[in-house]
């Protein structure tokens, strides 16, 4: 007998009507990273761009060309991961982070469904088939260049933006649960 990965189970005995297999070398669910990956900035429905500011939070802002090219926390970098699991999710695992002060500074979600900063590496390998810092990122289909990012950690959470209640002007990253509004909707520009 064979599991869906066609690897090997063997049988092992019949309790009560059901039946008992021994565990083989059986693929866990995970996340392998990818060979590819994409720089960009990303773009907000309101045209300003995504960026990692000093206190280390991500917000919108408006961004001259010259600011775009010459500040590297707001270029953002998008790494690919395949995903193992046999539920299949729409969209691509990908985990989101920008360069600041030569470190990774990944986009991560909160028990509180928070979006913050992390310095974390790069893992290989995620055993696990959530991670506070993988997304599963879609392209909406009534266009070729707006993506939603749904949280693996939290199934139905998109990141979106937020007005900070500081000052209505500025927006922060967060969550938003099932709210596919055109506040979780981003753009991609070289």
Not at 29 to 35: K, T
Not at 42 to 48: A, L
Not at 94 to 108: I, Q, R, S, T
Not at 173 to 184: F, K, N
């Amino acid at each position: 007998m064979a599991t869906n990965s066609f690897t090997p189970a063997h049988f092992c005995s019949v309790v009560k009507n059901t039946f008992y297999f021994n565990e083989t070398d059986l693929a866990s669910d995970s996340f392998m990273m990818a060979n590819n990956f994409r720089q960009c900035w990303i773009q907000c429905k309101s045209n300003k761009f995504l960026l990692l500011n000093d206190d280390r939070q991500f917000q919108e802002e408006v961004l001259s060309i010259d600011q775009l090219q010459t500040q590297p926390e707001c270029k953002f970098h998008i790494q690919y991961y395949n995903d193992s699991s046999l539920i299949r999710k729409q969209g691509r695992a990908v985990m989101l982070y920008v360069l600041k002060d030569g470190e990774k500074m990944m986009a991560c979600c909160s028990e509180k469904h928070d979006v913050y900063s992390e310095a974390l590496d790069l893992p290989k390998e995620i055993k696990e088939n959530t991670h506070k810092a993988v997304f599963y990122m879609k392209r909406l289909p009534s266009t070729s260049d707006k993506h939603i990012f749904e949280s693996t950690l939290f199934p139905s959470w998109f990141l979106a933006l937020e007005s900070d209640g500081n000052d209505s002007s500025l927006h922060k990253l967060v969550l938003s649960h099932d709210g596919m509004d055109e506040s979780c909707e981003f753009s991609f520009s070289q």
